[in-house]
């Protein structure tokens, strides 16, 4: 239980105390009056006696009281109506709430920490009204009158006759019949005889002479002469005398008016109101009193201020000057009691009530008890005497008492008042009223067995109960408190005698003295035993005591505290008081929460914010109703919907009372504020016919890491070429998009004119359906000027201008159940300064439960007519995103730091250009290597021109725009549908077989030297687009070589004519993607050429081997392809002829064919190279066809550029050798470069397609790069096998340098060799049996430095195969020969073979080696022979 104020010790005794009556003349009722009070008010705060008082027991022995205390009431003659007194009480526990500003104790236990309220004023205040209010009843005498106070005034004519009256009166009352009520203690009761003296207005004299003749007539100890009112109460009250009367009459404050002081008449009149009242409360039925009792006015309780005891027995009359009174008590508000009585006065009624205790009461008690006491011994029954031991009724032996489950027999014995057994009640009860608790316990032990034995179980209970109570209040505790005989009595009260108003009693008594006794358990038991239906206020007080009691447990139960909290909770819901019912429900609150009893966490909040809302404590309403929606509830989806029209009702009543507040935060639907994506720009156009607008940035696509990084490396690859090579300091990449993975530390800019988007991620965490409508941004703008003229002027802040900035109103915006679905919400600047973007503002509604989530099934726009006139509520939610944790600093690892995220917070800057482009005809399918045309077209919608238009990409062998040779105006696309895409030349049939030449720069087509081949210039007619202009410009597409989807991204970056300080550049993106098929395989290589004279004489002639297979099979579509020409270009090599040319002038390829093609080709004329820049290349065509396809013009010298920059890029990557020797390396070089050859072949070819049943002629090209002789080379990419997995090392290579010595590849191209001989020679064997035949064979140097060689013509001893290819010939004379070669030198040396057979013989057995002259560490090898040499010899 919670604390009280009073000990156990001080509640009992303040609880039953000897009770007085006051019968008062009409007279001295006006003279009290005076002072707003009754005489029973006016006595009531000093009713309690300041000093001890003793008494003698019927033993002589001297007793002492302390703090005893009296209760003097008016006479009432009818007992008080159950209704009236729960009416009263429960106005008592609504008048008493938890004072404002308490400090609530902190219990902390486990997990928890609870700030719970100690004490409970109101339940005090509930028992104290309780216990004073119980009527007398006849088993029991603690409230019945023991003495009468007769009071009359000094100013009445005969003060003597009126006491006689009054005396009379109270004989009438107790002895009379007919009034059943009040109960009196004995029929002598003692009579106290009073007079009042008013000291402003009375005769001193004539009261005082009239106090002596009382004094006379009733003796000194039977009268008192009060006086009172010593000044006027309309005198102005220099001196503020205090008011001790107002706690006492505070607590009936509220009904003051309504209730006690009412008639009938006024109760019936209200009786309607109150019962519909009540019954909307949800109260019990039992509250809706009516046809209240005459005498409700008069509950002792309630202080009946009628002036004459004798109207409340006459009705009319008593109705009259009660409403009388209450219309009078009504107008005076601020009444203040005791205005006519002085400190002395005070003094006066103190002395007054100790006279009248010390003369009166207390020797008139000590009389009756003594009385009694000889009554009991001298009656027949001796044998009941307390004082005697032995017990001859029970005949010696001892009946066992009988239990309360034998005596199943109602509480029907009644005994007469003058019964012994009652006589020893009475006597038990004046031991404890004053307090000789010793004495009473052994009465009320007696008295219990002669009522069990009389099986009297009303009159036993309440002995039972008493007899408890008095042993647990013995002084010295001689024996422990027997808490059976409690549950004994309760049980007894409760289910035989079905008074459950006892019962309560003996609950309350019991669980304080448990309470005291530190026993919460059995406390708590207890009072969770008497809760019941019939009374919901008493349930809900003694479940809450019963909370206290768990959560005061030596290890609090605070689960358990909760629980009861929310039954207590209900209950006091259910009695119609919604503040307690409140109070309980915050209290438990604190249990649940946030532990994940979700539903039960509902329920709290749903009840928190229904009582809130009916106690117009809207806020908190609208604070609980928040937590239901926004926790993610587990309910079902109609429980769910009834929570949100709950909440929308709540809310759009607190939205009434102040219209023009703020906007407030609405919980629903949840916003994710991380996921909110800002784009700015115009969104992106469709496709339109042919025209295909560039992708650009839009919020539809996914963020990319890899992408946006591509993306800000070509960025900054076209702003360091614009900024002469260097990235400017202050270069932020444009960003487009900002999302939580962009970086978002700076202020992002956006151009005026152009919209901003606000995608917002909402989040439907309910069941049902939410309708939002009048969706749109919430933002603030500050206008600024960013030239730097006026920096002083800062304007004002605007919030809700559209001339400064346009919003986007989203109408209706449905989110369907648990959806989490996106809003694009734009904004317009139309002014330049800085806009800060807060967040969303919104009507929040849901769709009736009828229509279907589509609005299928209702009329269109219904649902929307419906909630705009009840359902919607306005309010905002802002848009807080978190920046990155910030994690570099030190300091900023060790602590929890965040930067900021500015994405909301964008500059609007000066009108800049926008450019659109749109591709024409842009293909989505290409073979590999085919060449398409396309037509791009470039539109400024902006008001500014634009310059500076360059294009950047990854893949630049992709696409060209034509070189500088290139026609700058070209057909328009629909009349070029069918032309070539190439440069072309008819030509004379004659001279197919030798190569045409043409040369052309590299620098034409930007590939110089320290170029960058990625940054494309668009060739713009005068370099400006201006406003509104367009032009299409021609774009020729190569197929990449490699198979599959190929994604290539393009970036074109343009500047504004006008330098501004914001921006100085703008990006468009464009992603292409181009799906590729197999078309052609490629592969070429290159060897030297025997023959060692070329036009000039002059050796160094090579033979090209093309391989060309048709590998497309994914199209079935494609027919043959025709190889139309192949062409060379280098910077010192060409194309001379085609050797192998054969009849079928056209090369076509079917499916899965393969041809091969030889050519010759010859070194570039000596003049022609050494005049020629290194940048110049010379171009030769070998056509087969009759349409030369000029190769050195646009596109096909720009495709052939570009993929020889390409590849030229990837060889820079890889690592160059370090070599430790100097000379080595050189040596290596040499060699190599003999090897090396610059020769680049291209194949033009043409591919039948037939599509639709027509027939088109794709064309395209594929490059062959040749580096070194002998080494095959492919026009694809070689897909690397993937090395097989090795074992792991653990211990370090002790030769880690790479060797130096040059491969045995390398050195087979050093020295040339060619035997020269007649293919065959006719010789007579039958004249001549040797056949001599003269060979020369020539030694040609192919590198620079001198080398030294050796040729040995000794057979090598091998295999008998071998023999056999060689035939039996013989090498005559020298057999070695050594020489020295100088760089390039030609030597013949000139060899003779001898046969003695006729037949064919190889002759290319000589073994030639070399080494470089001035390397001795390079070992000799082999010089390997390409070719066999066959000879043949005939017979003559």
Same mark, same amino acid.
């Given at each position: 239980?919670?604390?009280?104020?009073?000990?156990?010790?001080?509640?009992?005794?303040?609880?039953?105390?000897?009770?007085?009556?006051?019968?008062?003349?009409?007279?001295?009722?006006?003279?009290?009056?005076?002072?707003?009070?009754?005489?029973?008010?006016?006595?009531?705060?000093?009713?309690?006696?300041?000093?001890?008082?003793?008494?003698?027991?019927? @033993?002589? =022995?001297?007793?002492?009281?302390?703090?005893?205390?009296?209760?003097?009431?008016?006479?009432?003659?009818?007992?008080?109506?159950?209704?009236?007194?729960?009416?009263?009480?429960?106005?008592?526990?609504?008048?008493?709430?938890?004072?404002?500003?308490?400090?609530?104790?902190?219990?902390?236990?486990?997990?928890?920490?609870?700030?719970?309220?100690?004490?409970?004023?109101?339940?005090?205040?509930?028992?104290?009204?309780?216990?004073?209010?119980?009527?007398?009843?006849?088993? +029991?005498?603690?409230?019945?009158?023991?003495?009468?106070?007769?009071?009359?005034?000094?100013?009445?004519?005969?003060?003597?006759?009126?006491?006689?009256?009054?005396?009379?009166?109270?004989?009438?009352?107790?002895?009379?019949?007919?009034?059943?009520?009040?109960?009196?203690?004995?029929?002598?009761?003692?009579? /106290?005889?009073?007079?009042?003296?008013?000291?402003?207005?009375?005769?001193?004299?004539?009261?005082?002479?009239?106090?002596?003749?009382?004094?006379?007539?009733?003796?000194?100890?039977?009268?008192?002469?009060?006086?009172?009112?010593?000044?006027?109460?309309?005198?102005?009250?220099?001196?503020?005398?205090?008011?001790?009367?107002?706690?006492?009459?505070?607590?009936?404050?509220?009904?003051?008016?309504?209730?006690?002081?009412?008639?009938?008449?006024?109760?019936?009149?209200?009786? @309607?109101?109150?019962?519909?009242?009540?019954?909307?409360?949800?109260?019990?039925?039992?509250?809706?009193?009516?046809?209240?009792?005459?005498?409700?006015?008069?509950?002792?309780?309630?202080?009946?201020?009628?002036?004459?005891?004798?109207?409340?027995?006459?009705?009319?009359?008593?109705?009259?000057?009660?409403?009388?009174?209450?219309?009078?008590?009504?107008?005076?508000?601020?009444?203040?009691?005791?205005?006519?009585?002085?400190?002395?006065?005070?003094? #006066?009624?103190?002395?007054?009530?100790?006279?009248?205790?010390?003369?009166?009461?207390?020797?008139?008690?000590?009389?009756?008890?003594?009385?009694?006491?000889?009554?009991?011994?001298? #009656?027949?029954?001796?044998?009941?005497?307390?004082?005697?031991?032995?017990?001859?009724?029970?005949?010696?032996?001892?009946?066992?008492?009988?239990?309360?489950?034998?005596?199943?027999?109602?509480?029907?014995?009644?005994?007469?008042?003058?019964?012994?057994?009652?006589?020893?009640?009475?006597?038990?009860?004046?031991?404890?009223?004053?307090?000789?608790?010793?004495?009473?316990?052994?009465?009320?032990?007696?008295?219990?067995?002669?009522?069990?034995?009389?099986?009297?179980?009303?009159?036993?209970?309440?002995?039972?109960?008493?007899?408890?109570?008095?042993?647990?209040?013995?002084?010295?505790?001689?024996?422990?408190?027997?808490?059976?005989?409690?549950?004994?009595?309760?049980?007894?009260?409760?289910?035989?005698?079905?008074?459950?108003?006892?019962? +309560?009693?003996?609950?309350?008594?019991?669980?304080?003295?448990?309470?005291?006794?530190?026993?919460?358990?059995?406390?708590?038991?207890?009072?969770?035993?008497?809760?019941?239906?019939?009374?919901?206020?008493?349930?809900?007080?003694?479940?809450?005591?019963?909370?206290?009691?768990?959560?005061?447990?030596?290890?609090?139960?605070?689960?358990?505290?909760?629980?009861?909290?929310?039954?207590?909770?209900?209950?006091?819901?259910?009695?119609?008081?919604?503040?307690?019912?409140?109070?309980?429900?915050? =209290?438990?609150?604190?249990?649940?929460?946030?532990?994940?009893?979700?539903?039960?966490?509902?329920?709290?909040?749903?009840?928190?914010?229904?009582?809130?809302?009916?106690?117009?404590?809207?806020?908190?309403?609208?604070?609980?109703?928040?937590?239901?929606?926004?926790?993610?509830?587990?309910?079902?989806?109609?429980? !769910?919907?009834?929570?949100?029209?709950?909440?929308?009702?709540?809310?759009?009543?607190?939205?009434?009372?102040?219209?023009?507040?703020?906007?407030?935060?609405?919980?629903?639907?949840?916003? @994710?504020?991380?996921?909110?994506?800002?784009?700015?720009?115009?969104?992106?156009?469709?496709?339109?016919?042919?025209?295909?607008?560039?992708?650009?940035?839009? &919020?539809?696509?996914?963020?990319?890491?890899?992408?946006?990084?591509?993306?800000?490396?070509?960025?900054?690859?076209?702003?360091?070429?614009?900024?002469?090579?260097?990235?400017?300091?202050?270069? $932020?990449?444009?960003?487009?998009?900002?999302?939580? /993975?962009?970086?978002?530390?700076?202020?992002?800019?956006?151009?005026?004119?152009?919209?901003?988007?606000?995608?917002?991620?909402?989040?439907?965490?309910?069941?049902?359906?939410?309708?939002?409508?009048?969706?749109?941004?919430?933002?603030?703008?500050?206008?600024?000027?960013?030239?730097?003229?006026?920096?002083?002027?800062?304007?004002?802040?605007?919030?809700?201008?559209?001339?400064?900035?346009?919003?986007?109103?989203?109408?209706?915006?449905?989110?369907?159940?648990?959806?989490?679905?996106?809003?694009?919400?734009?904004?317009?600047?139309?002014?330049?300064?800085?806009?800060?973007?807060?967040?969303?503002?919104?009507?929040?509604?849901?769709?009736?439960?009828?229509?279907?989530?589509?609005?299928?099934?209702?009329?269109?726009?219904?649902?929307?007519?419906?909630?705009?006139?009840?359902?919607?509520? #306005?309010?905002?939610?802002?848009?807080?995103?978190?920046?990155?944790?910030?994690?570099?600093?030190?300091?900023?690892?060790?602590?929890?730091?965040?930067?900021?995220? #500015?994405?909301?917070?964008?500059?609007?800057?000066?009108?800049?250009?926008?450019?659109?482009?749109?591709?024409?005809?842009?293909?989505?399918?290409?073979?590999?290597?085919?060449?398409?045309?396309?037509?791009?077209?470039?539109?400024?919608?902006?008001?500014?021109?634009?310059?500076?238009?360059?294009?950047?990409?990854?893949?630049?062998?992709?696409?060209?725009?034509?070189?500088?040779?290139?026609?700058?105006?070209?057909?328009?696309?629909?009349?070029?549908?069918?032309?070539?895409?190439?440069?072309?030349?008819?030509?004379?049939?004659?001279?197919?077989?030798?190569?045409?030449?043409?040369?052309?720069?590299?620098?034409?087509?930007?590939?110089?030297?320290?170029? $960058?081949?990625?940054?494309?210039?668009?060739?713009?007619?005068?370099?400006?687009?201006?406003?509104?202009?367009?032009?299409?410009?021609?774009?020729?597409?190569?197929?990449?070589?490699?198979?599959?989807?190929?994604?290539?991204?393009?970036?074109?970056?343009?500047?504004?004519?006008?330098?501004?300080?914001?921006?100085?550049?703008?990006?468009?993106?464009?992603?292409?993607?181009?799906?590729?098929?197999?078309?052609?395989?490629?592969?070429?290589?290159?060897?030297?050429?025997?023959?060692?004279?070329?036009?000039?004489?002059?050796?160094?002639?090579?033979?090209?081997?093309?391989?060309?297979?048709?590998?497309?099979?994914?199209?079935?579509?494609?027919?043959?392809?025709?190889?139309?020409?192949?062409?060379?270009?280098?910077?010192?090599?060409?194309?001379?002829?085609?050797?192998?040319?054969?009849?079928?002038?056209?090369?076509? &390829?079917?499916?899965?064919?393969?041809?091969?093609?030889?050519?010759?080709?010859?070194?570039?004329?000596?003049? +022609?190279?050494?005049?020629?820049?290194? +940048?110049?290349?010379?171009?030769?065509?070998?056509?087969?066809?009759?349409?030369?396809?000029?190769?050195?013009?646009?596109?096909?010298?720009?495709?052939?550029?570009?993929?020889?920059?390409?590849?030229?890029?990837?060889?820079?990557?890889?690592?160059?050798? $370090?070599?430790?020797?100097?000379?080595?390396?050189?040596?290596?070089?040499?060699? !190599?470069?003999?090897?090396?050859?610059?020769?680049?072949?291209?194949?033009?070819?043409?591919?039948?397609?037939?599509?639709?049943?027509?027939?088109?002629?794709?064309?395209?090209?594929?490059?062959?790069?040749?580096?070194?002789?002998?080494?095959?080379?492919?026009?694809?990419?070689?897909?690397?096998?993937?090395?097989?997995?090795?074992? &792991?090392?653990?211990?370090?290579?002790?030769?880690?340098?790479?060797?130096?010595?040059?491969?045995?590849?390398?050195?087979?191209?050093?020295?040339?060799?060619?035997?020269? /001989?007649?293919?065959?020679?006719?010789?007579?064997?039958?004249?001549?049996?040797?056949?001599?035949?003269?060979?020369?064979?020539?030694?040609? @140097?192919?590198?620079?430095?001198?080398?030294?060689?050796?040729?040995?013509?000794?057979?090598?001893?091998?295999?008998?195969?071998?023999?056999?290819?060689?035939?039996?010939?013989?090498?005559?004379?020298?057999?070695?020969?050594?020489?020295?070669?100088?760089?390039?030198?030609?030597?013949?040396?000139?060899?003779?073979?001898?046969?003695?057979?006729?037949?064919?013989?190889?002759?290319?057995?000589?073994?030639?080696?070399?080494?470089?002259?001035? !390397?001795?560490?390079?070992?000799?090898?082999?010089?390997?022979?390409?070719?066999?040499?066959?000879?043949?010899?005939?017979?003559?």
């Amino acid at each position: 239980m919670a604390q009280c104020v009073q000990s156990v010790q001080e509640l009992i005794p303040d609880s039953f105390v000897p009770c007085v009556a006051a019968l008062c003349s009409d007279e001295a009722e006006r003279l009290t009056r005076l002072n707003h009070l009754s005489f029973a008010e006016l006595l009531r705060p000093f009713s309690r006696l300041t000093s001890e008082v003793h008494m003698r027991d019927p @033993n002589n =022995q001297l007793h002492v009281i302390k703090n005893l205390k009296i209760a003097v009431s008016n006479i009432i003659t009818q007992p008080p109506h159950p209704g009236a007194i729960r009416k009263l009480l429960s106005d008592v526990v609504s008048g008493s709430q938890p004072a404002e500003g308490l400090v609530a104790n902190v219990i902390t236990a486990g997990d928890y920490d609870l700030n719970i309220s100690a004490t409970t004023p109101w339940f005090e205040s509930y028992r104290e009204t309780f216990l004073q209010s119980m009527p007398a009843s006849d088993h +029991e005498f603690l409230n019945h009158y023991l003495a009468c106070m007769l009071v009359a005034s000094s100013s009445e004519a005969e003060p003597v006759e009126q006491f006689s009256k009054l005396s009379q009166e109270q004989h009438r009352i107790q002895h009379n019949s007919d009034y059943s009520y009040p109960k009196w203690f004995i029929p002598n009761t003692l009579k /106290y005889y009073v007079l009042l003296h008013d000291v402003s207005a009375g005769d001193e004299q004539r009261a005082e002479s009239i106090y002596e003749e009382m004094k006379q007539k009733y003796g000194t100890q039977g009268c008192y002469l009060l006086k009172i009112n010593s000044r006027t109460s309309n005198r102005a009250s220099d001196e503020q005398i205090p008011d001790p009367w107002s706690q006492y009459l505070q607590k009936n404050s509220i009904q003051n008016q309504e209730s006690y002081e009412d008639g009938p008449c006024t109760v019936t009149s209200n009786k @309607n109101s109150d019962s519909n009242l009540l019954s909307l409360d949800g109260l019990d039925n039992e509250v809706k009193v009516d046809g209240l009792p005459n005498n409700f006015r008069v509950h002792p309780l309630q202080l009946d201020p009628s002036s004459d005891s004798s109207n409340s027995i006459d009705g009319p009359d008593h109705v009259k000057s009660a409403s009388s009174l209450h219309e009078t008590k009504k107008t005076n508000t601020g009444i203040i009691h005791g205005a006519c009585l002085t400190l002395t006065d005070h003094d #006066r009624i103190r002395q007054f009530i100790q006279e009248f205790t010390f003369r009166g009461l207390l020797p008139h008690i000590e009389k009756t008890i003594r009385q009694l006491n000889d009554q009991l011994i001298s #009656r027949k029954g001796l044998s009941r005497s307390l004082f005697s031991a032995t017990k001859k009724w029970f005949s010696g032996s001892k009946v066992p008492e009988k239990s309360i489950n034998d005596l199943k027999n109602t509480s029907g014995l009644l005994y007469p008042p003058e019964a012994p057994e009652l006589q020893i009640r009475k006597m038990a009860d004046l031991c404890f009223l004053v307090q000789h608790y010793d004495l009473a316990y052994n009465c009320y032990h007696t008295a219990k067995k002669d009522f069990l034995n009389d099986q009297a179980m009303l009159y036993a209970a309440g002995a039972l109960e008493m007899a408890a109570v008095s042993a647990f209040l013995q002084p010295g505790a001689p024996r422990p408190y027997p808490a059976h005989y409690m549950d004994t009595a309760i049980q007894t009260y409760r289910d035989i005698c079905k008074n459950m108003v006892l019962a +309560e009693r003996c609950v309350l008594l019991s669980a304080e003295i448990l309470k005291s006794q530190s026993k919460y358990s059995e406390a708590a038991a207890l009072l969770i035993r008497l809760t019941s239906e019939d009374s919901d206020l008493r349930s809900a007080l003694l479940l809450e005591q019963a909370a206290h009691c768990f959560i005061n447990m030596k290890s609090p139960m605070v689960r358990k505290y909760a629980f009861h909290m929310i039954l207590a909770g209900h209950r006091f819901s259910k009695a119609g008081q919604k503040k307690h019912a409140l109070r309980c429900y915050c =209290q438990a609150m604190q249990v649940y929460k946030g532990k994940g009893w979700s539903l039960a966490e509902d329920h709290i909040n749903f009840t928190i914010g229904r009582q809130s809302y009916t106690l117009r404590q809207l806020d908190n309403a609208v604070s609980a109703f928040r937590h239901i929606l926004i926790n993610e509830s587990k309910q079902s989806a109609a429980q !769910q919907g009834a929570f949100l029209r709950e909440y929308l009702y709540v809310y759009k009543n607190v939205s009434q009372l102040s219209p023009d507040g703020p906007l407030p935060q609405l919980p629903l639907p949840y916003i @994710n504020s991380s996921a909110t994506r800002v784009f700015f720009g115009h969104d992106r156009r469709p496709a339109d016919g042919e025209k295909q607008a560039a992708t650009h940035v839009s &919020l539809d696509q996914e963020y990319d890491y890899e992408s946006s990084q591509q993306w800000r490396e070509l960025e900054e690859q076209v702003v360091a070429l614009v900024n002469k090579g260097v990235i400017p300091s202050n270069f $932020h990449p444009t960003q487009y998009c900002l999302n939580s /993975y962009s970086d978002n530390s700076k202020f992002p800019l956006a151009v005026v004119e152009e919209p901003i988007t606000v995608e917002v991620a909402f989040r439907n965490p309910l069941k049902v359906p939410l309708l939002l409508t009048d969706l749109s941004l919430l933002w603030k703008f500050q206008p600024k000027d960013f030239s730097g003229k006026n920096n002083e002027e800062v304007k004002e802040l605007v919030t809700s201008e559209p001339e400064m900035i346009g919003t986007e109103v989203i109408s209706e915006f449905l989110i369907n159940s648990e959806e989490s679905k996106v809003a694009r919400l734009k904004l317009f600047p139309h002014h330049i300064g800085e806009l800060h973007i807060l967040g969303v503002v919104y009507n929040l509604g849901t769709i009736q439960s009828s229509m279907t989530v589509d609005g299928i099934g209702a009329p269109p726009g219904c649902h929307t007519e419906k909630h705009s006139l009840s359902m919607l509520v #306005r309010g905002r939610q802002d848009l807080e995103i978190q920046g990155p944790r910030l994690n570099n600093t030190k300091e900023e690892k060790t602590s929890i730091k965040y930067g900021p995220d #500015r994405r909301l917070d964008p500059i609007i800057t000066e009108e800049m250009p926008l450019l659109e482009v749109f591709f024409i005809h842009f293909p989505t399918g290409l073979l590999c290597g085919e060449i398409r045309k396309a037509y791009v077209e470039f539109v400024n919608v902006s008001k500014c021109p634009l310059t500076g238009l360059k294009v950047v990409s990854k893949r630049p062998e992709f696409f060209t725009f034509g070189g500088n040779t290139a026609v700058l105006t070209p057909l328009s696309p629909s009349a070029s549908e069918n032309c070539s895409a190439y440069k072309t030349a008819v030509t004379d049939a004659a001279s197919v077989c030798t190569a045409f030449t043409s040369s052309a720069s590299s620098v034409d087509f930007g590939i110089g030297v320290g170029s $960058h081949p990625e940054v494309i210039p668009v060739p713009l007619p005068d370099t400006v687009l201006l406003p509104g202009a367009s032009v299409q410009l021609p774009m020729w597409l190569r197929g990449p070589d490699e198979e599959g989807v190929h994604e290539i991204n393009f970036l074109f970056y343009y500047e504004s004519v006008k330098k501004l300080p914001k921006i100085r550049h703008r990006i468009l993106r464009h992603t292409a993607v181009i799906c590729t098929s197999r078309s052609l395989n490629v592969r070429a290589t290159v060897c030297r050429s025997n023959s060692l004279e070329d036009e000039e004489g002059r050796g160094g002639n090579m033979l090209v081997f093309v391989d060309v297979e048709n590998v497309n099979t994914s199209e079935a579509s494609v027919k043959e392809f025709h190889i139309v020409q192949v062409s060379s270009s280098s910077k010192h090599w060409k194309l001379h002829k085609s050797v192998n040319l054969s009849e079928n002038k056209d090369a076509k &390829l079917g499916s899965r064919e393969k041809g091969k093609f030889c050519f010759k080709a010859i070194r570039c004329k000596e003049k +022609e190279v050494a005049t020629q820049s290194s +940048e110049k290349y010379t171009f030769a065509d070998i056509i087969f066809g009759n349409e030369q396809i000029i190769s050195s013009a646009s596109p096909c010298a720009d495709f052939f550029y570009r993929s020889l920059s390409s590849e030229l890029k990837k060889s820079q990557v890889q690592p160059s050798v $370090h070599t430790e020797k100097h000379s080595a390396a050189d040596a290596v070089r040499l060699i !190599q470069k003999c090897s090396a050859v610059d020769l680049n072949v291209v194949i033009l070819w043409k591919a039948y397609v037939v599509e639709d049943s027509k027939q088109l002629i794709l064309e395209g090209q594929h490059h062959i790069i040749l580096h070194t002789i002998g080494k095959e080379a492919f026009s694809y990419p070689q897909k690397q096998e993937p090395p097989e997995m090795e074992l &792991l090392k653990f211990f370090r290579s002790e030769n880690t340098t790479v060797s130096s010595r040059p491969s045995v590849e390398q050195f087979s191209n050093l020295i040339k060799t060619s035997l020269h /001989y007649p293919e065959s020679f006719n010789h007579p064997f039958h004249q001549k049996s040797l056949c001599l035949v003269p060979v020369t064979l020539l030694l040609s @140097n192919c590198s620079e430095a001198d080398v030294d060689v050796i040729v040995d013509l000794r057979h090598k001893p091998t295999s008998p195969e071998s023999l056999e290819i060689h035939g039996s010939f013989t090498w005559l004379g020298q057999t070695q020969y050594k020489l020295r070669l100088k760089g390039e030198e030609i030597h013949s040396l000139q060899l003779k073979a001898c046969f003695v057979h006729t037949g064919v013989y190889n002759l290319g057995t000589p073994r030639v080696f070399a080494k470089l002259s001035d !390397q001795l560490t390079v070992v000799e090898t082999s010089q390997q022979n390409s070719m066999p040499a066959l000879i043949i010899i005939n017979n003559v």
